[in-house]
C-alpha cells in the first residue's frame, strides 16, 4: 500500500483487546494458498479512484476475455479507500455508497458467478494508510462483515501502529523494535472463527523478519518496501527474496509485492525478468495494471503457461541463488545472475542478466539438485528445448531465461 504522505493524524489510543504475542500459538492451517495467489490489485491501477464496483467488474470480465482466468488469474482484490470515512452506529463498516451503490455482497456474488474471487483491504491500525477506518480494536466485527459479504481475501496493512516506545502511531513505522506480530494474531484468530475460509494476506512491509513467523499468521507475507515501477525496484527486491526462499511453502508464501508490468516503467525485457524473478521465487503475481490496454507482449508474459505452471508447482519451494564454479559470489543486495530450485518434477534453473547485456552459462554439474549427466530441458519464455550437460544464453540487459529441467527425462547421470 502506497502512503498517502499528506494525511498528518496526531492522536492518542488505548488498545484493551492486544493479546500478547506468547499468548499467540494457533498455527494458520486454512486450506489456502497451498500454491502461490494469482489476480489482480487496483493499486498500481489508479489508487484510490479505481477502488470501485465498477472497476472491480470491469476487470472480472477483463480477466476473462483476455485469457487470464483460464491462465489461473483467479482473485480480483480491490485495494484502500473502499469504504466510507467512518463505521456506522453499530461500529461496522460501510463501502462507499457512491463507489458501491448495491453494497459489497452483490459485487462478491456477480465476481463469483463469473468463477472468480474477490478481495478486500483493511488495516491492523487504527486507519488505513489512505485514512479509512482501521481494524484495530474491530477485528472480530470485521472478520464477520467480510463472512457476510462473501470475501474471499483479505489484505491487512500496517499504517498507524505504535513506533517505537514513544506511543506515536504514524502513517508508517519502520523501527525494528516495534512489533506487528500480535496485530496480526488477532485479525487471523478473527478470520479464523468467522465462519468462511478467508485467504489472509500480511502486508507489513517486512518488518519484525515477518517471513520467520508469517506461515504460522498468513498465507502469504510482504517481505519488502512498497514497489516502484522501475528496474531497480524490481532488482532489489528480488535480491531480498533470495536470501529468505526457506520460508517459502504450501499454505504461505514470500509476498514481493504487486506487478508493475504494463504501467511503462519496464522495457519488455525487464517485464521478463520481472515476472521470471517472481514466479520462481513463488511470489504471489498480482497484476497491477490497466488490462484494456496491455500490449500482447505483456500479455503473453502473464499468459506463459510455462512459468505459471513453475510458480505453482505443489511443491511450492521457492528458488534462490546458486553460485557456478568460476562464478563470483553474490553480493548483499545486489540481484545474482543464477538462480535454482526444486519442482516435484524437476528443477528450474533461471539466469538472468542482472547488471547489462551477458552471455551467462550453467553447467548442470553445478545446480543443486541436478548433477553431472546430460539432461532434458525447456525455456519457459522462448519455447526452446534440448538437451546436454548445461545450457548458455545470450542475453539483452535486464532479459531473463527460465528453464525448466525435469528428472523424469534424465538421460544418464553420474552422481
Known sequence: MKFALSLLVICAFQHTSLAAPSALTKRLENGLGRTPALGYNNWNNGGCTHATAESALNVANLLISLGLKDAGYTYVNTDDCWSSNSRN???HLVPDPTKWPQGIKPV??????????????????IMTCAGYPGSQGHEVQDALTLAEWDVDYWKHDACYLPCGDSGDVPQGCYDPNSSTKPYYGIMRDALAEAGRPIFFSICNWGRD?????????????RMSNDIANNWGSVASIAARAAGIAEYAGPGGFNDLDMLQVGNGGLNENEERAHVGLWAIAKSPLLIGTDLSKLQNSTLNILKNKALIAINQDTLGKAATYFQPAGASAPVDGSLYPYWAGPLSDGVVVGIVASEGAANLSVSFADVPGLGSG????SE?????????????????AHDMRVYKVSKGTLMYSVR
Do not use: C, Q, R
Request: glycine fraction near 20%; charged fraction near 15%.
Open 89 to 91: 452506529s453499530t461500529g
Open 108 to 125: 462478491a456474488d456477480e465476481i463469483h458467478s463469473m468463477g472468480l474471487k474477490f478481495g478486500l483491504y483493511g488495516d491492523a491500525g
Open 209 to 221: 523478519s515477518v517471513w520467520t513467523w508469517g506461515k504460522d499468521y498468513g498465507n502469504s507475507w
Open 374 to 377: 546430460s539432461w532434458e530441458w
Open 380 to 396: 519457459a519464455f522462448t519455447g526452446a528445448t534440448g538437451e546436454g550437460t548445461g545450457v548458455s544464453a545470450d542475453l539483452p
